[in-house]
């Protein structure tokens, strides 16, 4: 099931997950819960991602273009991006951004991905605070 029908939820679970891009490639693997990765904040079956937040932290000492695009593939790398929460947005140094909160909520189903670019390798943190929902 692609898309569940969260009004018959059986349960929420609440998660942080981070990813800090060793490249400027677009990433998708997010570590969450100590050490797992979850590709593309992608659900398990049956279940739906809800996005409450997304922050983007620059730990360096010069501005870094950052990027967060959803595309409609489990794979990001073989997905259309379907929509840029945020598309190349000067991060200044040391300072942080708020892509999405609670009054910007976006839903993750099974078949789409995150991934996430920085203008600079290992410049950026990218935070996604998130709820399982089965």
């Known amino acids: ?3 569940p029908n969260i009004a018959a ?6 998660n942080t997950a ?3 891009p060793s490249t400027t490639g677009a990433t998708t693997s997010w570590t969450y819960n100590g050490s797992t ?3 593309g904040l992608t659900p398990a079956t049956n279940s739906v991602n809800k996005i409450t937040g997304l922050i983007v932290s620059n730990t360096t000492a010069s501005a870094v273009a950052a990027t967060v695009a ?4 489990a794979t990001f790398g073989s997905a259309t991006v379907i929509s840029y929460p945020a598309y190349a947005i000067s991060v200044p140094a040391g300072a942080s951004l708020i892509v999405i909160d609670k009054t910007t909520d ?3 189903t099974e078949n789409q991905s ?3 670019t920085s203008g600079t390798a290992n410049a950026l943190t990218f ?8």
Request: proline share 0%; net charge negative; charged share 5%.
């Open 18 to 20: 981070y990813v800090v």
């Open 106 to 108: 976006l839903y993750i």
């Open 70 to 73: 959803i595309g409609n593939n």
């Open 9 to 14: 939820l059986t349960s929420i679970y609440g």
């Open 37 to 39: 990765s979850l590709t």
């Open 114 to 116: 995150v991934a996430v």
């Open 127 to 134: 935070t996604a605070i998130f709820e399982v929902i089965t």
């Open 1 to 3: 099931m692609a898309n």
